[in-house]
């Protein structure tokens, strides 16, 4: 078992290296130039990136806080921005969120019993991110019109079924029931505004380095950033690398706005790797300052 995960990861490795090399390797583009002449764009890409960690890291912990199940996993929001940002990192390379979301685990809590009810709430905190991105994703994709109306409001409506027949549901297994009642009883507004603030902020990221290629401006430029930053949570890709610019390709209406989405996309990516390091390099530091004083 061990080893077919490790084939299937090397897999996806294998493909999202083709697929991007295939997409990019046509492209003319200077980095150099681009630095040059675009370096504001640059700035507003990390800036957005890290407030959008910003707003994901307090969806997480207000979550937590919200319950408070354990004193044992509440923690100040700078140890959340920290294992947040971590998880990123990883995320951005490796074939698989688990590993990154895993990572999380390796916080303060040293207590092996509390570990699951940990675990919990970093599988709630994705389900809430995915489930944001995820409508986000379906609204820009009828906007731009890769979906019609009527599949748009059947999506929606199913999703409104599905919730009243899951709160419905007596199940007396335990972890079905651990999970069942963030449905049941669901986080407070707040949490799902910081969840829309750090998906529109990521769309913004992107959207921003659109912009950075573009003379004249549409509003369909926004709805593109989010449906392509949509496309990063599709499953079997590291974090999105190679299916997101395979999707700029696909939705360009001319080989200059292929070019422009795929390079705006590229470039988003290495900024998310970069706005983390970041985060974590000064949360690390201040963390090591923190117990040094102390």
Do not use: H
């Given at each position: 078992?061990k ?6 990861s090397l ?7 083709l ?5 990019i390797?046509?492209?003319?583009f200077?980095f ?14 990390l ?13 997480w912990?207000?979550c ?28 951005n ?5 688990i ?9 303060p809590n ?11 709430y970093?599988?709630v905190?994705?389900i ?27 999506v ?7 919730l ?9 297994f335990?972890?079905i ?10 986080p407070?507004f ?15 990221s ?16 926004l709805?593109?950033s989010?449906f ?15 299916v997101?610019?395979?999707a700029?390709?696909q ?6 706005e ?5 390079i705006s ?7 998310f790797s ?21």
């Amino acid at each position: 078992m061990k080893l077919i995960k490790i084939l299937i990861s090397l897999l996806i490795i294998f493909l999202t290296i083709l697929l991007t090399y295939n997409l990019i390797k046509k492209l003319d583009f200077n980095f150099v130039d681009y630095l040059d002449s675009k370096y504001g764009f640059l700035f507003l890409t990390l800036f957005t990136q890290i407030i959008g960690i910003y707003f994901s890291s307090k969806r997480w912990m207000n979550c937590v806080n919200y319950y408070a199940e354990s004193k044992k996993i509440i923690f100040s929001f700078t140890t959340y921005f920290y294992l947040n940002s971590r998880a990123n990192i990883i995320n951005n390379f490796l074939p698989s969120i688990i590993i990154g979301d895993l990572s999380k685990l390796i916080s303060p809590n040293k207590s092996k019993n509390i570990k699951k009810t940990e675990l919990k709430y970093i599988f709630v905190d994705r389900i809430i991110g995915v489930f944001t991105l995820f409508n986000l994703g379906l609204i820009s994709s009828t906007y731009i019109g890769l979906i019609n109306l009527e599949i748009f409001i059947v999506v929606i409506l199913f999703q409104i079924v599905a919730l009243f027949i899951v709160r419905s549901i007596k199940i007396n297994f335990l972890k079905i029931q651990s999970i069942l009642k963030f449905v049941k009883n669901p986080p407070p507004f707040g949490v799902f505004i910081y969840s829309f603030l750090s998906q529109i902020c990521f769309s913004l990221s992107l959207f921003f380095q659109i912009l950075a290629f573009k003379s004249i401006l549409y509003f369909n430029d926004l709805f593109i950033s989010i449906f392509l930053n949509f496309m990063g949570i599709v499953p079997f890709s590291i974090n999105g690398w190679g299916v997101r610019e395979w999707a700029a390709s696909q939705i360009s209406s001319s080989y200059l706005e292929q070019s422009n989405l795929i390079i705006s996309s590229i470039i988003f990516g290495i900024c998310f790797s970069l706005s983390n390091l970041l985060i974590y390099s000064y949360t690390f530091f201040y963390n090591s300052r923190k117990i040094s004083k102390n």
